[in-house]
């Protein structure tokens, strides 16, 4: 009985194995792994993929999925007039993303927004991608009762033993895919400098962020999650929060090679792109609404999703040489032209400004062949992540 017994925990040992290494390999938004980190606590909801052939999508359809659009969680929960509209104009228009916003957001509420927004489509619907800033410290969302709140992205960097960080990060993105979540807006490889705005998000010593990353983008990843690099081309140095106007900053060798080092690694996350203006560079342009600063990624990281910032923060729609603001409507289509695939917008804009870059995209879609083949480039990308 005894042979027995062992020989039968010996095959049980390889089907887990061999279980183990399929679920590794075929893990999404990870590439060329080096070591198997697997979270020891299993997601506590298993989406199951529809059956059901998805629609065909026309030009609207196909502009909608380009849109990360807020969600007030918390304002949801409260039954706002503001957060009742947004979800009309979301299940109208069927964004490609929607990012929760709110402060101190606990499980019982993601939960409920995501079984909202899940609820207003049918199963053969391209379903939007929950997103959600999640660097630790003052930038995250979900760190109400139910979610383990992370200390700052410094703290973490530069005092956390790589075991503590990976325990941490396994943690905080087991609770995340529980509730839907798909896609995280982190984490900041920016490099600090004394001038930075970023103030505790940002860490200075670029080895310590490597290590540090590679940590995050297992786990997060291992778990379902895409993580989202910020800021390219780095922004560690910025003098102005985008937010309040735009800024122009000289770049370092370390500021950009930060970047090409994870990517070379992970070739297939994303990567959120920044409303700042390079020294002598770009013609003026910020880098997010320049193709020469973006046109790199197609030809070296064809399969990374490049998100700008908030489209509405004043860096994005500054003019050169004029103080009056750019459309938003323009700045959407020189985000696509640029090379960008997703178009980020911030807490409280308004779906009527929604609706009228719907509209302006759609017209240009039209109009120009050019802009036609990067929305139907960025599109089957999109649409990749959801199958």
């Known amino acids: 009985m005894k042979h027995w017994t062992t020989r039968f925990l010996i ?7 061999v279980f183990s290494a399929y679920n590794y390999f075929n893990k999404p938004f990870l590439k060329n792994s080096t070591e198997n980190l697997v979270s020891e606590v299993e997601p506590s909801t298993v989406p199951t993929p529809s059956k059901i052939p998805k629609k065909e999508l026309n030009t609207k359809e196909k502009i909608a999925q380009l849109l990360a659009v807020p969600l007030d969680v918390n304002s949801l929960t409260e039954e706002s007039t503001s957060s009742a509209k947004m979800m009309s104009f979301i299940k109208e228009n069927n964004p490609g993303f929607v990012i929760y916003f709110g402060e101190k957001i606990s499980t019982t509420s993601a939960i409920l927004a995501t079984k909202t927004i899940r609820d207003s489509f049918a199963e053969n619907s391209y379903i939007p991608l929950i997103a959600v800033d999640h660097e630790g ?8 009762e139910g979610f383990t709140r992370l200390e700052s992205w410094q703290k973490v960097v530069s ?3 790589s075991v503590q960080q990976k325990a941490v990060f396994n943690q905080s993105a087991t609770e995340l895919y529980s509730v839907g979540v798909n896609i995280v807006f982190a984490p900041v490889v920016d490099l600090a400098s004394r001038s930075a705005v970023l103030k505790t998000r940002a860490a200075a010593d670029s080895g310590q962020v490597f290590a540090t990353t590679v940590n995050f983008i297992y786990s997060f990843s291992q778990n379902g999650i895409m993580p989202v690099l ?6 560690g140095s910025i003098p102005r929060d985008p937010h309040n106007g735009v800024s122009t900053i000289n770049l370092s060798e370390d500021d950009v090679s930060i970047f090409s080092q994870i990517l070379n690694k992970f070739a297939n996350i994303g990567v959120m792109t920044a409303h700042v203006r390079l020294e002598d560079k770009l013609s003026g342009k910020v880098c997010s609404l320049s193709t020469e600063c973006l046109g790199p990624f197609e030809k070296s990281y064809p399969n990374v999703l490049l998100f700008t910032d908030g489209l509405t923060m004043k860096a994005a729609l500054a003019q050169i040489g004029s103080t009056q603001e750019k459309d938003i409507e323009k700045v959407a ?16 804009v308004e779906p009527v400004v929604l609706e009228k870059t719907i509209f302006a995209l759609q017209k240009e879609y039209e109009d120009s062949e050019s802009f036609r083949k990067k929305v139907d480039y960025s599109v089957a990308k999109i649409i990749s992540l959801k199958k």
Do not use: C, D, M
């Open 11 to 17: 095959l049980l040992l390889f089907v887990t194995a």
């Open 137 to 144: 410290g003052s930038v995250q969302r979900l760190s109400g």
């Open 159 to 161: 005092t956390y033993s």
């Open 230 to 235: 910020k800021h390219f081309p780095g922004i």
């Open 333 to 348: 289509i020189e985000a696509i032209e640029a090379g960008n695939n997703v178009l980020v917008f911030g807490n409280g």
